[in-house]
């Protein structure tokens, strides 16, 4: 009998994107404010994935400055400042257009006494908004990955939110879009996952798919 679901956030609950196009511009001039290039700083970003996932950097600012000392460049108090403030509210927008069928999933899950976990890759900046959030009162338990350090796909983290959430794994499904193998982890964990697919359906997995918010309310979903 299934007692709880778990939730990825980004491209499940939340999305980064409106018709194909992310809310935020992402103007970003990188070559102005600390002498790299957008491409020089996405390799430099990109390499420090686990580190910022896993809360070996606290926050923001201190990625940059590693990545300053590391490239041996200026250090700018100022633009580092002014790219935390831009991250902030590129990270903002999107739980300020929480899709009504969203909330109407989690409130069926609710009403039908599941307990609610979300379990989320995500640093300090990403989740600044979370808290004063629509989705924030309806789950049980909060698993954010830089706050716990491990991150997706470690079968440590579901394991974690299981163990809080008073269920075995064997009792929870996990939902999410597919990044970072999460599915693959959650599986391995002992978990039934599914892959939500209503914001983003380019990432490829043998998982079945929920095309909308609704499918989770499935009774196949809680039987099988």
Not at 6 to 32: P, V, W
Not at 94 to 99: D, Q
Not at 105 to 123: A, D
């Amino acid at each position: 009998m299934i007692k709880a679901v778990l939730f990825d956030l980004f491209e499940t609950l939340i999305t980064e994107f409106s018709d194909g196009k992310r809310l935020s511009k992402r103007d970003y001039n990188y070559q102005a404010l600390l002498g790299l290039s957008d491409e020089e700083f996405q390799k430099e970003w990109q390499s420090r994935s686990k580190d910022r996932m896993t809360g070996r950097f606290p926050d923001y600012p201190s990625v940059i400055k590693d990545i300053i000392a590391k490239r041996e460049l200026e250090h700018n108090d100022h633009a580092i400042q002014h790219l935390y403030q831009k991250r902030m509210e590129e990270k903002m927008l999107p739980f300020r257009n929480i899709g009504p069928e969203v909330i109407h999933l989690l409130t069926s899950l609710k009403n039908n006494k599941l307990k609610l976990g979300l379990v989320s890759n995500c640093t300090e900046e990403e989740i600044s908004e979370w808290r004063h959030s629509e989705l924030a009162p309806y789950f049980d338990e909060v698993i954010f990955s830089y706050e716990v350090g491990f991150a997706k796909p470690d079968p440590r983290i579901y394991e974690l939110a299981c163990h809080r959430l008073k269920v075995e794994p064997s009792e929870a499904i996990f939902i999410g879009d597919g990044g970072s193998q999460e599915l693959e982890g959650a599986h391995g964990a002992g978990l039934m996952a599914y892959q939500a697919v209503w914001f983003s359906s380019f990432i490829d997995s043998k998982f079945t798919k929920l095309v909308n918010p609704s499918d989770v309310l499935s009774g196949d979903l809680f039987s099988s």
